[in-house]
């Protein structure tokens, strides 16, 4: 069962982590991208003040907004780096051709050919940037270096299904006032800002029958997205409780489960047992016949671990009926996905810091081999790994 213990021991490692967070919080360089260079100051600050202002038919918000809606769809892979360095390359070089995919996202199909030379073009570019640098800190070989979403080598699939659908959804939006004889000036801000809540925001952009993105967006990605708008670039509008820091689950991408599996944070909320037989953890399936993590599974998984714990279900019920709102009564369990919400509610740290801490140690310390950086690990005191050597050889993400 869990006890008080280790829910205050778990409190203090995610604490820890979202402290690291804050400090270490991760900016896309959205600055260095062409159609946003007036929208950022002379520090690189977005300039909140003319988020309001239009740019074409327009606000900077909308189009700020549909550049995070592409970019959380590409935002995955092996090198996160090189996939920002790709999306930033081709994005500038289009604009430069006066193909301004965020402003007419129909430019993007009309000049398909060059959409699809530059995106070849620029990833062969980030190719001999990044290649050896990311073979060195995987162990792996530089010719297997592939950003493409699904490392795929089919650009036409990869450009119409990982960059055309989400550039279909504001033009889509776009279509129906028109028909319905309506005007606005943020059609994606204002569809974003309809739902109840972030969470459930993030669930409508991939699930809604007719503006979701379907299998070309994940769960992980929808919850990036709704970290970046709120969180990130503090884009909403809205500054109710189901637009604010708890609003959203956390996105559970690689990084997020490594660090959360070694550290031993799971396994104090079930059995081992019992992530195998969710298929959370599949034997022998991962790199080198390695135990495989794959954390996304955890998503809608009961803990059966918690009893007596009114203090900690009192902070639950808040978190799933007035931040998320995906309960209008108190949950009789509880889901694992939504624990770092509740040890963070109260405390000065949001969902969104404590994903920099994860996506920060996760990279720089917690690498996805046998010999991560535990020796300079900021969390090494609070990490079952550190004294536990098989949580790292044995299970890869």
């Known amino acids: 069962m869990v006890t008080q213990q280790m829910i205050d021991k778990n409190k203090n490692l995610i604490k820890r982590i979202a402290e690291i967070g804050r400090q270490h919080s991760l900016k896309l360089p959205i600055q260095e991208i062409f159609p946003f260079r007036y929208y950022f100051d002379k520090d690189g600050q ?4 003319n988020l309001n202002e239009n740019d074409g038919l327009w606000t900077r918000r909308e189009i700020l907004t549909r550049y995070l809606l592409v970019n959380v769809v590409l935002d995955q892979g ?75 080598n089919q650009v036409l699939g990869y450009a119409v299904y990982r960059w055309g659908v989400p550039l279909c959804v504001p033009l889509l939006l776009e279509k129906d006032l028109q028909k319905n004889q309506k005007e606005s000036s943020e059609p994606l801000v204002n569809y974003i800002e309809s ?29 990036l997205l709704a970290k970046w708008y709120i969180h990130t670039f503090d884009l909403a509008k809205r500054k109710d409780i189901p637009f604010g820091g708890f609003s959203y689950e956390l ?11 070694r550290t031993g944070f799971l396994l104090d909320f079930a059995e081992l047992s019992e992530y195998e037989k969710w298929n959370v953890i599949q034997k022998n399936m991962g790199k080198g016949g390695k135990h495989y993590i794959r954390v996304t599974n955890i998503r809608g998984k009961k803990s059966s671990r918690f009893s007596d714990l009114n203090d900690f279900m009192n902070f639950y019920e808040s978190i799933c009926v007035e931040h998320l709102k995906i309960r ?70």
């Open 251 to 261: 996105p559970l991408d690689s990084n997020a489960g490594r660090v959360l599996f």
């Open 46 to 49: 977005l300039i909140k003040d």
């Open 78 to 152: 092996p090198d996160i780096e090189g996939v920002r360095l790709l999306f930033r390359n081709v994005i500038n070089a289009l604009y430069e051709k006066e193909i301004r995919i965020f402003h007419k996202p129909l430019d993007f199909f009309e000049e398909l050919g060059i959409s699809i030379d530059e995106i070849l073009e620029k990833h062969e570019g980030v190719k001999k940037i990044r290649a050896d640098i990311w073979a060195n800190e995987n162990k792996s070989k530089p010719n297997k270096y592939n950003i493409f979403t699904d490392r795929t």
């Open 328 to 397: 209008r009564q108190r949950p009789r369990k509880v889901e694992i996905q939504h624990i770092p919400n509740v040890l963070l509610l109260g405390t000065d740290y949001r969902v969104g810091d404590l994903d920099d801490g994860l996506m920060y140690i996760g990279t720089e310390y917690c690498l996805n081999h046998d010999e991560p950086k535990c020796g300079k690990c900021p969390i090494q005191e609070l990490c079952l790994g550190y004294k536990r050597k098989d949580l790292i050889t044995d299970y890869r993400t």
């Open 195 to 223: 739902w109840p809540s972030a969470e459930l925001m993030s669930q409508q952009i991939k699930d809604n029958s007719r503006y979701g993105l379907g299998k070309a967006i994940g769960d992980k990605a929808g919850h």
